[in-house]
């Protein structure tokens, strides 16, 4: 998403989502933040510290936008298995820094849809506010991240174990 | 430890522990793998890939000792809000991987005491078959790691949490 | 710069900087690529592999604009001593790989002006095809990148320095 | 090399090397520190920053063995083209910490012969005070390494290309 094309998106879109290529696009980040119809979903870039996701979302903020969600979605770090290394510790360091809901993104932190599941209930067990799970009816078929896809049964699955261990720590899906 | 420590270690604890920075000490590996008496907690180095670490476990297995335990404590990345990085999809890729039971550490894998609750949470969400959690009665006298351990009460909280948890993924602490 | 702010900098540039936190603004990469008239110099991301900025590059060539330059500027590691890791294998290894001029930024890659000069050396040794260079005349007062700029005179000595060391390796500055 | 064995190498080599692996094996390290017969290279581990690597030497060097060589042999990226990220800047910032020699090892710091003789002129002009290279007359038939070894001819080049960039920086090989 461009900055000329954040007013289609706004008239289309339910939640406007910054990339992790685009977290310090900071003229994306800005004009994003000027309009404040639409919530703002900002992911954690790859290569991001903490800190400089929260320095990322003051950018929106600071533009009078105020309804910004962050996302864990894994770093790059030297691990070969994975397609990136989930920083569950995000979850809990970030809710202990700022108010915005952290959303976590197991599709991306793992890469593989057989890690999903176990991924996503470590973030909810780990107090995050939401999961972004890649879902496909032919994985297989995707034109793109279908090896991190899930089919919607599994998926459903997936929600209602999420359920149990959000009620395990106090919380409510 | 040191491999002309093995002994005695043997003769007064109940696991031997290979720490992170000995994780491909060969010699070490080999001479613990020599005794079968008692089982033997191999530690992720700090900057190991989960292959690696299956590797070390071969080492440790090929000399007739099989009761080993894999323990995830956190690998060295860029992030600088906590020690280190808990590699939470280490427990699901490498339970993928090997039979040996996935232990985690969240006192090395966050360093800081109030993330180690929702940590230990995320391992038992993720499927780990157990924890290791520094505890001390008053932490800022510890000798090492005060700052990540827990006072005695509140390793007690967690622990109850913990059970609710692995229940709601299907399993008993 | 923004992807409406080319204009107005091609008219007064000599060269059109895609910094390090836009390796993969892709918009802005086809966007640079549609103009013919000012050279690119294309900064790899603190975080990209040398893949990817090889792609990066791809998307400004795929337009049309044939002027790239390639700019090692260091890549984020675990090292706390330096600002960043200076990927000096990048020189040769992108040299072996593509026809595009290699930059190299030892400022930005080691973020100290007292080892910008060793840095500098050790890229025009490993085939650099040129330095970039940080200098200001009173770094103490620079409104940013102060620590890792040099005055006039060190600059000027290490020209010097620089062209005896391409002379040893068989080329010309 | 095990504490057990210090005695046979010590008698027959010229060298005591501390692998990347034992970097921080404290008993090994303290063990060889004990004997003052023959000097120690200590190399930096592929996960180790600067300060461990100045740290571990301080073992040796307390136990009164003074002729301790620091050896940067590249650290752990994401990058991949690349067997380990040769850390250039470790050079002239070990240098300003240290008055100990600092010896490069290009051929574990690239993993791939045809970049050796890049990364031995950049080590040579960054300041290092010496080289370690792997050669072999055969390197397909090498028993380990021999992607990254060099044959003779080759080194003989290079050893003669190195002085010229020693002379430049103003040293001598």
């Keep these: 998403m461009g900055v000329d094309e954040i007013d289609v998106v706004v008239e289309h879109a339910d939640v406007l989502q910054i990339g992790a290529r685009n977290t310090q696009n900071y003229n994306l980040l800005r004009a994003v933040g000027q309009q404040k119809t639409k919530p703002v979903l900002l992911k954690r870039g790859m290569m991001s ?25 894994g770093i790059r770090t030297f691990e070969r298995y994975t397609r990136n290394t989930f920083d569950i510790n995000a979850i809990p360091v970030l809710k202990s820094r700022t108010h915005l809901p952290i959303i976590a993104d197991p599709s991306h932190a793992t890469g593989h849809w057989n890690f999903v599941e176990s991924a996503s209930m470590a973030a909810i067990a780990a107090g995050a506010d939401g999961l972004m799970i890649e879902v496909h009816p032919q994985p297989e078929k995707a034109v793109s991240d279908g090896a991190q896809s899930l089919k919607p049964k599994r998926f459903s699955d997936l929600v209602s174990r999420a359920r149990r261990v959000a009620e395990a720590v106090g919380r409510r899906v």
């Design 49 to 73: 510290t903490m800190e400089e996701l929260l320095m990322s979302a003051e950018y929106i903020l600071a533009q009078g936008c105020s309804k910004v969600m962050l996302c864990e979605r």
